[in-house]
């Protein structure tokens, strides 16, 4: 077999660390958030459930609009314990060059975060795209 090992993918790799140093820091944001890996892999894993529940599934493209930080993280590697592929997008863009984004990106869901939702008005209309708005690290949808 050719590639990354399972156990070295990002999923895999959260829970084991998680399982053998839960109270050991996993990230520390600017402004002053830390997570331990076991924090983060149960937000990682509430992400998943979430998007789960969505009917998000494996395979699936999923174009995520979201700033830098411990928020696309989190939603990176719960889209990747569904084995989803994120389409990320680069959060400067807006009108046409996002609509040709999105529809380039194949995606069938688009999560947006509250900072970004502005960046949507006035797009034309994206078939076949569900958009979902974030709120927050504990709570979205």
């Known amino acids: 077999m050719t590639g990354i090992p399972q156990d070295h993918l990002a999923p895999h790799a ?4 998680a ?8 990230t520390v944001e600017v402004d002053g958030e830390a997570l ?8 990682c894993r ?5 998007l789960r529940a969505l009917g998000v599934a494996a395979g699936e493209h999923v174009a995520t609009l979201l700033p830098n930080g411990g928020h696309a993280h989190a939603v990176w590697i719960g889209l990747a314990w569904l084995r989803a592929v ?4 680069n959060p400067a863009l807006v009108g046409a060059f996002l609509h040709d984004a ?4 194949d995606a069938s869901t688009l999560l947006v ?3 970004l939702v502005e960046r949507l008005d006035g797009l034309d209309p ?9 709120t927050d690290h504990e709570d979205f949808l």
Do not use: F, I, K, M
């Open 102 to 105: 999105v529809v380039r990106s």
């Open 126 to 134: 994206l078939p076949g795209v569900r958009v979902v708005h974030l």
């Open 86 to 89: 994120e389409v990320p997008l």
């Open 14 to 17: 959260l829970a084991r660390w």
């Open 36 to 43: 331990t890996y076991a924090e983060l892999a149960a937000r």
């Open 19 to 26: 399982a053998e140093a839960p109270d050991r820091l996993a």
């Open 46 to 50: 509430r992400y998943a459930a979430r």
């Open 113 to 115: 975060h509250p900072s």
